[in-house]
């Protein structure tokens, strides 16, 4: 089997995608964010403390004749931006573009902190990172894609995010009409967890590639690309008047500048994020002074090809035996 759902940015900014997911019996749709960086899908639900939803869509497992509890497991997770949510788990049947899991482990939230209640656009994520990052306990459960990838034509799932517009998630296809050239592999580390590879490079404007290895991770659930203190120094020496702020925690510049592309290898190929994805948004609405797409990793600890760097390729998530990753333009 195989199938394709749209997906769409959240917001003007592009700062998460999100895609329908039907949950129960009958169907309840929910708008999750399907995050590569994380592992747990988790829901807004009726047992969700009332005054911490907001506007969200909800999965009430009372009303689905097919949810179960799974009784004496519960999770938590916290994420980079700190935000956290927890609660107990349900297995009930779960539909994402036409493709359905008939058991699928819900977790469903008892409680969820303010960032997420302040987020009406995110009901939930959809986690596709490797079970060691799920938090479910006593054992951790099983994914959308563990629980798929055996009836799918072919072990993979393939991003196709877009600047302002709708984008695809296919699952168990590879669709050429979708790329151009052909498709780069890269070996996937799956330790600890994340889609983990190893970028052949990077090059700024017209000036020469720089072939060097960058190793970071291939999240869907991060909105900006964190790299190297060296390498977002020497991106923004060309940006007059760019710097590093204190006030704004990172690069700001006036938003009329002219931002170079970014290159970054694949093996031999190379992406090119065009700069204007690099004009991240205003610092606050209506400010001339921008925030920077392309971000300092440090704090971070991993360098991170978030959703600025995703959605300049189409990007193949092979599950198979050897995980690895496939890049192309478009
Ligand atoms: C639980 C762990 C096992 C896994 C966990 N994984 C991650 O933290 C990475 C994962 O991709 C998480 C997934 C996100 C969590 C928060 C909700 C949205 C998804 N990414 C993150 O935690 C990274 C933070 C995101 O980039 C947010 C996303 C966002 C968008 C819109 C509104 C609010 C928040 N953007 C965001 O902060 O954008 C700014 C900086 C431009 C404001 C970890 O590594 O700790």
Redesign the pocket.
């Known amino acids: 089997t195989s199938g394709s759902v749209a997906t769409s940015p959240?917001d003007s900014?592009d700062?998460?995608y999100s895609i329908p997911v039907s949950i129960g019996t009958p169907a309840q749709v929910l708008n999750l964010?399907l995050?590569?960086?994380?592992?747990?899908l988790w829901v807004f639900s009726s047992l969700t403390t009332a005054s911490e939803v907001n506007g969200q869509n909800i999965y009430t497992p009372s009303k689905s004749s097919t949810s179960k509890l799974v009784s004496g497991a519960t999770w938590k997770?916290?994420?980079?931006?700190e935000?956290t949510s927890s609660g107990v788990v349900y297995t009930d049947k779960v539909t994402v573009g036409g493709i359905t899991a008939s058991s699928q482990a819900v977790e469903v939230a008892k409680t969820v902190s303010a960032?997420?209640t302040s987020?009406s656009d995110?009901d939930g994520?959809i986690g596709m990172?490797f079970d060691s990052?799920n938090?479910a306990k006593p054992s951790a459960v099983p994914t959308f894609f563990d629980n798929i990838i055996g009836n799918l034509d072919s072990p993979v799932f393939t991003a196709d995010l877009k600047h302002n517009k709708a984008g695809s998630y296919d699952f168990g296809v590879i669709d050429s009409s979708k790329y151009t050239g052909s498709l780069t592999y890269v070996a996937v580390d799956t330790d600890p967890?994340y889609w983990k590879f190893t970028s052949s490079g990077y090059g700024i404007g017209s000036a020469a590639f720089k072939s060097t290895s960058v190793v970071g991770i291939a999240?869907?659930?991060?909105?900006?690309l964190y790299l190297d203190t060296a390498i977002v120094k020497a991106y923004y020496a060309t940006v007059s008047g760019a710097s590093n702020s204190a006030t704004y925690g990172g690069w700001v510049f006036k938003c009329s500048a002219t931002l170079p592309n970014f290159v970054f290898g694949v093996g031999s190929a190379k992406i090119t994020i065009p700069g204007s994805y690099i004009n991240?948004s205003p610092v606050t609405t209506g400010s001339s002074t921008c925030?920077g797409g392309l971000q300092d990793s440090t704090d971070i600890g991993i360098n991170i090809f978030?959703d600025v760097a995703l959605k300049a390729a189409f990007v193949v998530f092979d599950g198979s035996d050897t995980p690895r990753l496939g890049w192309a333009s478009k």
């Open positions: 959240i900014s700062d998460a964010d995050d590569t960086g994380s592992s747990d997770v916290k994420y980079g931006d935000s960032s997420f987020n995110i994520l990172g990052l938090s967890g999240d869907t659930g991060t909105t900006l991240y925030f978030g």
